[in-house]
């Protein structure tokens, strides 16, 4: 059984600092790692994934994932945030061999102006 | 890019009456998914469908619900008889698959009074 956690249910930064968003993961094979964007009143969007070869993957909008097999981890990043970037993000996982992606419970991010 | 077409946006339904949440995936994609948000929570994965047939489902997937794609028309969910625990988001995502990215409709508001 594939888990998620995401320790940090709310991050507040203001515009232009760093951010990084925690995501710890439990599963006993090969996996996809994946985080997703959701704004207020709106669908998931996909941010990035992760499956093998650079622990370091670039998404969309500047955001970037570090993959950690020894820390069991997939944690977010962004160098410089934007008031825009104020969602909730959901770290994923799904195990190669099945058919369900499971989500964390979510980082409620708010960039203050 | 590609989207997925959840209809309708809102529905509001007596307890006890059935509801067809319809879902138009991205046109390539062939596994289809639904999920379930109860407001600010996380997203809860009810059922996965590939094939014309349903991979694999969770414990909120109860037995009033039904899941079908006929034809390749709709994806529809259906709760038949609806309970006012059945008031929450519910998003339609599909994939190209298993592993892929989803890509994630708007979601369907249900209010059961």
């Known amino acids: 059984t594939q888990t998620v956690s995401q320790s940090d249910a709310h991050v507040t930064v203001f515009e232009g600092d760093s951010v990084e968003l925690r995501c710890n993961y439990s599963y006993g094979g090969s996996i996809y790692l994946s985080w997703y964007i959701q704004h207020h009143g709106h669908g998931l969007q996909f941010l990035l994934k992760y499956y093998s070869g650079n622990p370091v993957v670039q998404g969309v909008n500047g955001f970037e994932a570090e993959f950690s097999k020894s820390d069991s981890s997939f944690h977010l990043r962004k160098a410089s945030v934007h008031w825009s970037d104020s969602a909730v993000y959901f770290c994923a996982v799904s195990g190669t061999g099945g058919y369900k992606v499971v989500f964390g419970s979510g980082t409620r991010l708010l960039v203050s102006p | 890019g590609p989207k997925v077409l959840q209809i309708p946006s809102h529905q509001i339904i007596d307890m006890g009456q059935m509801v067809t949440l319809n879902c138009d995936p991205v046109s390539n994609h062939l596994y289809f998914y639904w999920y379930k948000q109860i407001l600010g929570q996380q997203m809860e994965f009810l059922v996965n469908?590939?094939?014309?047939?349903?991979?694999?489902k969770s414990k909120l997937f109860k037995d009033q619900f039904s899941v079908e794609r006929p034809d390749g028309s709709y994806f529809t969910l259906k709760i038949q008889p609806t309970a006012l625990e059945d008031s929450a988001v519910y998003f339609c995502?599909?994939?190209?698959?298993?592993?892929?990215?989803?890509?994630f409709g708007s979601g369907t508001r249900l209010l059961v009074i």
């Open positions: 469908f590939y094939n014309g047939k349903v991979m694999e």
């Open positions: 995502a599909s994939s190209l698959g298993q592993g892929a990215d989803y890509t």
